[in-house]
């Protein structure tokens, strides 16, 4: 192994200031697709189809994707709720039981 390399691509990877990118743009770019199929109170229901360009190394959908829907979605259902803010995850337990490829229709 690299070091320096894995190194460099971390850091490299990882710049903030003059980078271009818009505020919250890994939200943006997961929820892209997500549909709300049923809103009730204390309870949302949302559908996602899973799209090329959130496929990790090995052709599925990365599990950062999934853990980031189930933390939004999530939040969104706290104010089905009637409450005005949401707040912070403290922490989220995915357990995956397959793998999702392209074109494959989920719920959350």
Do not use: Q, W
């Amino acid at each position: 192994m690299d070091v320096e390399k894995v190194k460099g691509y971390i850091e490299n990877s990882a710049t903030i200031e003059g980078d271009g990118l818009p505020l919250r743009f890994f939200e943006r770019l997961i929820v892209h697709g997500l549909s709300v199929d049923l809103i009730e109170t204390g309870r949302l229901i949302c559908s996602f189809k899973v799209s090329p360009r959130l496929l990790n190394g090995g052709n599925y959908l990365h599990g950062g994707v999934t853990a980031t829907l189930v933390d939004l979605v999530g939040s969104a259902a706290v104010y089905t709720e009637g409450a005005t803010s949401t707040g912070t995850s403290v922490e989220i337990n995915v357990s995956f039981m397959d793998a999702a490829y392209v074109d494959l229709l989920f719920y959350v």
